[in-house]
């Protein structure tokens, strides 16, 4: 499980896009669920499951959210079910969450998890980018940036942490981190010890 996170504005969504367009990292998105309203550059069940509160409440309640969190005071969550099914294919699935939801994650499957946390190259840099997405109005961006400041002291949480002052850079640096990831030995020990014991006994 890769999971991304980042204060609004800083490029997460637009990494987690370039990420996903690289068929050779082979990355599967889990969408998550919320009760946010949709904004207009959005489609449900491609960005976010957008649900009622109840049945956020429902969800939660019964167990069937691998993590839960409250931001802006809208609800996130994301469904279990999907993701252990891609887990047990032996897929890698790619997280677009927040600091609350990586903790719980972490939390439940510590040794299954990178974390990585993209800062902004500066909070001037980080209030044009919200102004020029042109999708909230002065009074939510004020408290994305109050958000921000919080959240950004949270980057000692994260296992790797980058600036996104250039997104290719930004980009290329995740998929170093994704080719270098895959190859830990605990990782591949399983597939690696049939070769090794293979390995060793051709003949010099």
């Known amino acids: 499980m890769l999971i991304l996170s980042s204060p609004s504005g800083a490029g997460k969504t637009t990494l987690t896009r370039m990420l996903l367009q690289r068929p050779e990292l082979d990355l599967k998105l889990s969408i998550s669920v ?20 109840d049945e956020f409440r429902r969800l939660r309640e019964s ?11 809208n609800f996130y969550g994301t469904p279990r079910k999907w993701v252990e099914e891609r887990l047990s294919q032996g897929r890698d699935v790619l997280f677009d969450i927040d600091y609350q939801g990586a903790r719980q994650v972490r939390e439940k499957a510590p040794r299954d998890v990178v974390t990585i946390f993209i800062l902004p190259p500066s ?3 980080l209030r044009a980018r919200l102004e020029r997405r042109a999708e909230d109005d002065s009074e939510t961006i004020e408290k994305r940036l109050a958000a921000a400041r919080h959240e950004i002291g949270r980057w000692t949480d994260y296992d790797y942490v980058l600036i996104n002052d250039d997104i290719q850079q930004t980009f290329d640096d995740l998929a170093a981190i994704v080719r270098a990831e895959r190859q830990r030995r605990p990782r591949i020990a399983a597939g690696m010890g049939e070769f090794v014991t293979t390995l060793l006994a051709e003949p010099g």
């Open 123 to 125: 909070i001037r840099e």
């Open 34 to 53: 919320t009760t946010r309203k949709r904004r207009t550059s959005e489609a449900d069940g491609i960005h976010y499951h957008f649900i009622a509160e």
């Open 63 to 73: 167990g069937d959210l691998l993590e839960h969190a409250e931001v802006h005071g």
